[in-house]
Every structure is written in structure tokens, then in C-alpha cells.
Nanobody, 120 residues
Framework: VELVESGGGLVQAGGSLRLSCAASAGAITIGAMGWYRQTPGNERELVATMSATGTTHYAESVKGRFTISRDNAKKTVYLQMDSLKPDDTAAYYC???????????????WGQGTQVTVSS
């Protein structure tokens, strides 16, 4: 099982990007999905999460600018990022808190990360 992230890149301040994270076919059922970000020398911080039933939670710094969504049939979570600021520059990581696979449950599963750079 793996998580494949895409959508990162370089954008000017005020612009938009959409990140995607898809779980491979080995994932049978998926719990909460979320996005975290990390800058060099700092700890990874929560950006947004969405439960299996659709409950969302956002970091204060991104409320009103970022939107998390998921497509359970595609086993994919998205992060729409609008009104981007230079402070949003970071490596963004997808996370699944729990998923069932054919070989048993997996917990706290991470993607490989995708870089987002916002220029001023």
C-alpha cells in the first residue's frame, strides 16, 4: 500500500494550487485523511483533516483559504489552496490515520511529500 501525492509546485502569492493524494488499490477502507506540512528545522504541523464521515478540521492559519475534500470511491483526498502566501511554503504530506488492507490494518500512514513554494 502506498500514498501517491501530486499537485505541488511554484506559485506566486495570491495564487492557487490543488494537492491530491491517492491510496493504492491495497487500501480497502480508509479512516481520517489529512494534510500536514513541514519546513526545514521545524516540526510537522497539521493543515487540515477530514474524517471518514466528512467532519473537517483546519489550522487557524489556513481557515477560509484552504479546503479539504475526499473521494472515497477513488480513495483520494484533496487540498485546494487559494490565496496562497509565502508563509505557506513547505513540504506537504498526506496522512491516513487508519486503513484496512488485505494483510491487516495500518496506522498513521504517510505519503512521500510534495513541495509547495509560494513566491512573494
Amino acid at each position: 500500500v502506498e500514498l501517491v501525492e501530486s499537485g505541488g509546485g511554484l506559485v506566486q502569492a495570491g495564487g492557487s494550487l490543488r494537492l491530491s493524494c491517492a491510496a493504492s488499490a491495497g487500501a480497502i477502507t480508509i479512516g481520517a485523511m489529512g494534510w500536514y506540512r513541514q519546513t526545514p528545522g521545524n516540526e510537522r504541523e497539521l493543515v487540515a483533516t477530514m474524517s471518514a464521515t466528512g467532519t473537517t478540521h483546519y489550522a487557524e492559519s489556513v481557515k477560509g483559504r484552504f479546503t479539504i475534500s475526499r473521494d472515497n470511491a477513488k480513495k483520494t483526498v484533496y487540498l485546494q489552496m487559494d490565496s496562497l502566501k509565502p508563509d505557506d511554503t513547505a513540504a506537504y504530506y498526506c496522512n491516513i490515520d487508519r486503513m484496512e488492507t488485505s494483510t491487516g490494518p495500518l496506522y498513521d500512514f504517510w505519503g512521500q511529500g510534495t513541495q509547495v513554494t509560494v513566491s512573494s
